[in-house]
């Protein structure tokens, strides 16, 4: 059925709320984690996650060990030179939103008929409307050279597809980690999942934020015994439920794919933003054809990389428990 009331009629004189409610979008647990944890909510992001330019984002890799063996009086040590350092290269990926506002607009809601600024409005919804794009695309393989390569791409097994310009029938070590196994979600699962994911024994070399849906994150905190279910209060606050498992967050996701946890380790991983482009103040401007049309757009560059891609894994055709 087709709405009875127009954009400018919604909220001019028969309007009766006097505020707008966001129905549409949803924070984006993982951004806001890579955006200086929370940050990214006024469209702020850390100075030591900004790049200034380059024809890709450049992330060093070391990827091999010096020679190395047992010592002894007749031990000959190697001389061979062995390369250890390598780069992956991460192009750049766009994002904007934008809107307008007409003649009509601008005659209609104004004055005492004007229960809710449109501008305002507009302005803001701009902001929200870029978030929700990029909170899409982070999960998901990228569409065009201008989208995000997202946990699609980094979790893409394909050996022959270059992630980051490195391939895994290059480089073995580079592989993405995904485990396809059919079973329904427990401590014992994410006790796997942490250990394949792991890099090495210590915390930092593990996991520290595991994204799932709301029907797995549910099933597995009926796993714990009341008494041990903890969460992370800084996420909760910040309006994420969430549940600890080993110390770290288990969150859900409306945009996370059904059956899925994502295994994260983000200190091997970061959403580079390029210095000039980090969310454009949205201001608004006159058409150059339509000089009673103004028109407003927010713009985002930069790109989610990694820097270890072992650090992270998938687990997918995951169900709830019984």
């Known amino acids: 059925m087709a709405l009875e009331l127009t954009e400018i009629q919604a909220i001019t004189d028969d309007y009766v709320d006097k505020g707008t409610t966001d129905i549409y979008f949803d924070d984006n647990v993982l951004l806001y984690m890579l955006m200086a944890g929370g940050k990214f909510q006024d469209s702020l992001v850390s100075a030591g996650e900004t790049v200034d330019g380059g024809q890709k984002i450049r992330v060093f890799l070391e990827h091999n060990k010096s020679n190395t063996g047992a010592y002894g009086n007749t031990t000959k040590i190697p001389q061979s030179k062995v390369d250890i350092l390598n780069a992956a290269r991460f192009p750049w990926a766009g994002y904007y939103a934008s809107n307008a506002i007409d003649l009509d607009d601008q005659v209609q809601n104004s004055g005492d008929a004007a229960l809710v600024s449109l501008v305002q409005a507009k302005l803001k919804n701009i902001q929200k409307t870029i978030r929700d794009s ?31 310009s490195i391939a895994e029938v290059d480089l073995a070590k580079w592989k993405a980690n995904v485990d396809t196994t059919a079973e329904a ?138």
């Not at 065009?144 to 791409?153: E, I, M, S, V």
């Not at 498992?245 to 580079?272: E, I, S, W």
């Not at 150059?288 to 891609?309: C, E, F, M, Y």
């Open 185 to 322: 979600i427990s401590y014992k699962v994410m006790q796997s999942i942490r250990r394949n994911a792991a890099v090495g024994q210590s915390k930092s070399q593990k996991p520290n934020l595991y994204i799932t849906t709301e029907l797995l994150k549910d099933g597995f905190e009926r796993t714990l015994q009341a008494n041990v279910r903890y969460a992370d209060v800084k996420l909760v606050n910040a309006g994420f439920d969430n549940v600890l498992f080993g110390g770290q967050p288990v969150v859900a996701d409306d945009k996370q794919a059904t059956g899925h946890m994502d295994a994260l380790n983000l200190n091997y991983m970061k959403c580079r933003t390029h210095a000039k482009y980090k969310f454009t103040t949205p201001k608004w401007e006159y058409s150059k054809d339509q000089p009673d049309t103004l028109v407003a757009n927010t713009r985002w560059i930069g790109q989610l990389t990694t820097s270890h891609r072992a650090a992270h894994c998938r687990h997918t055709a995951l169900t709830e428990p019984i």
């Open 134 to 164: 990029m909170g899409t695309d982070i999960y998901a393989s990228a569409a065009t050279a201008n989208n995000f390569l997202g946990l699609g791409n980094l979790f893409d097994t394909t050996t022959a597809t270059a992630y980051g």
